[in-house]
């Protein structure tokens, strides 16, 4: 299949390279925004769909779209549109996400690798054991959830998706909620 990205839109993406444009046309290439949180995930629909997410750093909620949409359809719509005004937007390897992925239906898990972080309130208190590709957004993320200003403690990067799961049942027994943890683990990392 061969994707063409209309003139209009081609001005506010980022150049993009030979490789990226196979991966374009793939369904495996995704778009965020540098300044604004904008992240737009590829869809399992096919080349141009996308899934979009953004956070408002003004009232601190997050943004998304239920259901993919075609990219010249998202760059239509405000805010998105006044992001893209600004800012061009940057090109990111990633793989389609399934057509339901922002009803929060994630059970689907990549065999690669990946980052362990370690998340904290500047003030201290509970920890945050997870993982995430991207962990800035990871972190934003968080912190719309959250009345505290987090920060990033320790991040174990390119390992297994166990890791994750190893440290958790090492640490069980300071476990407070889900991925919660006391912060006395932070002395035992």
């Not at 793939?26 to 995930?41: A, I, R, V």
């Not at 359809?73 to 893209?84: N, T, W």
């Given at each position: 299949m061969q994707v063409k990205i209309h003139e209009e839109l081609e001005k506010?993406?980022?150049?993009?390279?030979?490789?990226?444009?196979?991966?374009?046309?793939?369904?495996?290439?995704?778009?965020?925004?540098?300044?604004?949180?904008?992240?737009?995930?590829?869809?399992?629909?096919?080349?141009?769909?996308?899934?979009?997410?953004?956070?408002?750093?003004?009232?601190?909620?997050?943004?998304?779209?239920?259901?993919?949409?075609?990219?010249?359809?998202?760059?239509?719509?405000?805010?998105?549109?006044?992001?893209?005004?600004?800012?061009?937007?940057?090109p990111f390897k990633a793989n389609p996400k399934p057509d339901n992925y922002n009803d929060r239906n994630y059970t689907q898990k990549s065999k690669g690798k990946t980052n362990v972080y370690f998340i904290q309130s500047i003030n201290g208190g509970p920890v945050k054991i997870g993982i995430a590709d991207n962990i800035d957004l990871r972190l934003k993320q968080l912190q719309t959830g959250s009345p505290f200003i987090l920060k990033i403690i320790k991040v174990f990067e390119g390992v297994d998706y166990g890791f994750e799961k190893e440290l958790q049942e090492k640490f069980k027994r300071y476990r407070l909620h889900g991925e919660w943890f006391d912060e006395k683990t932070l002395n035992l990392i």
């Open positions: 506010h993406i980022w150049p993009l390279k030979q490789e990226e444009y196979k991966l374009l046309e793939q369904g495996k290439m995704g778009f965020y925004s540098k300044e604004y949180s904008l992240w737009m995930t590829p869809s399992d629909i096919g080349p141009l769909w996308f899934h979009a997410s953004m956070i408002d750093d003004k009232t601190m909620t997050e943004i998304y779209t239920k259901r993919p949409m075609a990219l010249s359809r998202l760059l239509r719509i405000k805010p998105i549109s006044d992001i893209v005004q600004n800012e061009q937007l940057i």
